[in-house]
């Protein structure tokens, strides 16, 4: 495959100067990060992040599927996405323009991203793994608002969670200067060390066999 058919292959309809085709190029141009950036992320949700996705009303979901990729915003009262425990959240679908995106996207491929606002922080929460879509009426009950079940539940098993530094939004100026944070909630820096240590416990400790 030439390098021209392999750029019209992979960027379909893109035509900029300076295209990275591989990843050895990319690290050239911005080198590694630093050990912690990778310790930081966890494989489950410990008390940190469950405090940090119970004070959340606001989550973007990212889906894909052969078909294409979907970006939903979901948002409702604080923890409305729930810890049901250490490796599983739900997260409730109300009704809507019955569109499904993301659902349909769930279906051909589970793979689901997820990144947590909370106002008045400038750090996010960052939680990757696969999904299913359930219409079990338990789950649904339990994810009720009003009175009225949602209307599915999408059950996520968490692979991958981690904090994301503020810079973004502290660019952004997304939240107004008197947006205050919740009060009793774990500090990004108590989130961070938290999951360092957790990471590094697990480096430490002795290879089974």
């Known amino acids: 495959m030439t390098a021209t058919k392999a750029m019209t292959d992979l960027y ?25 950036i ?4 966890i494989d489950h949700i410990d008390a940190g992040a469950r405090a940090l996705i119970a004070a959340s009303p606001f989550m973007v979901m990212a889906t894909s599927s052969p078909a294409g990729l979907d970006c939903s915003p979901k948002g409702d009262e604080p923890g409305f996405v729930q810890v049901l425990d250490e490796k599983t959240l739900l997260i409730p679908d109300r009704p809507g323009n019955r ?3 993301g659902l349909r996207n769930i279906l051909k491929d589970p793979r689901v991203g997820l990144i947590f606002f909370i106002p008045g922080v400038g ?49 952004a100026g997304l939240w107004a200067e ?32």
């Open 12 to 36: 379909p309809g893109i035509v900029a100067p300076g295209i990275v085709t591989d990843e050895a190029a990319l690290r050239a141009h911005y080198g590694e990060p630093h050990k912690d």
């Open 38 to 41: 990778w310790l930081k992320q």
């Open 99 to 101: 569109r499904v995106d």
């Open 123 to 171: 750090e996010t929460f960052r939680v990757n793994g696969h999904a299913a879509v359930s219409l079990d009426d338990g789950l649904r009950e339990r994810c009720a608002k009003g009175g009225k079940p949602a209307t599915a539940v999408i059950v996520l098993r968490v692979e991958e969670a981690f904090i994301h530094c503020s810079r973004a939004v502290a660019v």
């Open 178 to 209: 008197n947006t205050k944070a919740p009060s009793g909630l774990p500090t990004a820096r108590e989130v961070f060390e938290g999951h360092l240590a957790l990471s590094r416990s697990k480096e430490d400790a002795p290879a089974e066999g």
